[in-house]
């Protein structure tokens, strides 16, 4: 599977937009861009995913550069709520491909 | 939609006694997963179901654990002798199909600690 890498962490201020890197250079045609978080004490929560397109649903944004190597979790207004450790992963297509947890970023949104 | 559920929440063992934790996916997912999480780390990938039949369990101890998916809907993991090493939280999650396309949901996490 590809390897992601992302800063270990980093804050954000509440209201404002919060944006989230990752590098995923190695990643190849057949694979997606998986985001999840995980608040203290809870199960990874599913944010978003995309393989070549930006994505938006009720929770962020993902940006996907064109040539795939990069992608920006964008989390529009940070709330206090948002203070979790985000993990960016790349998951093959097809059956059987499961998700590999890396290090993650541990957001911090300070009022 | 009821989320996946997990029990117990929480357990402590001495070392050597087993313990048993027990998952519910959400309904109609044919996709079963166990992670354990260590303190600090982000989760690893136990064993996959797909049904009741495995379809990865190559980072599963089978030294001392064991999972089960019989009627290919709950799942049961077991760890007998637990060791120091294996204080952690024990996530199962669910998705619909084998496909990446298809999201995995998570449950609660069972936190397990031996002393």
């Known amino acids: 599977d590809a390897k992601t890498t992302q800063p270990p962490s980093m804050d954000c201020a509440e209201g404002r937009a919060a944006n989230l890197p990752c590098n995923h250079s190695?990643?190849?045609?057949?694979?997606?861009v998986y985001w999840y978080r995980q608040i203290h004490s809870q199960g990874p929560q599913y944010i978003i995913h995309g393989l070549k397109n930006n994505e938006t649903n009720e929770m962020a944004s993902l940006i996907i550069t064109e040539d795939r190597k990069s992608s920006t979790l964008i989390l529009p207004h940070a709330t206090l709520r948002d203070t979790a450790v985000y993990y960016c992963i790349v998951r093959p297509l097809g059956a059987g491909n499961k998700l590999t947890f890396g290090g993650g970023t541990r957001v911090l949104v300070k009022p | 939609e009821a989320g996946v559920a997990q029990s117990p929440r929480y357990k402590i063992i001495e070392k050597r006694q087993s313990v048993a934790f027990w998952c519910n996916p959400i309904?109609?997912?044919?996709?079963l997963y166990w992670y354990q999480q260590i303190l600090g780390q982000g989760p690893k990938l136990l064993i996959q179901f797909q049904n009741n039949g495995v379809v990865d369990d190559s980072q599963l101890p089978k030294d001392r654990f064991s999972a089960e998916r019989l009627k290919g809907v709950d799942s049961t993991l077991k760890i007998q002798p637990a060791k120091l090493e294996d204080s952690a939280v024990y996530l199962c999650?669910?998705?619909?199909?084998?496909?990446?396309?298809?999201?995995?949901?998570f449950g609660e996490g069972s936190w397990l600690t031996v002393v």
């Open positions: 190695t990643i190849s045609g057949n694979e997606y």
């Open positions: 309904s109609g997912h044919a996709t």
């Open positions: 999650a669910s998705s619909l199909g084998e496909s990446s396309g298809n999201t995995i949901y």
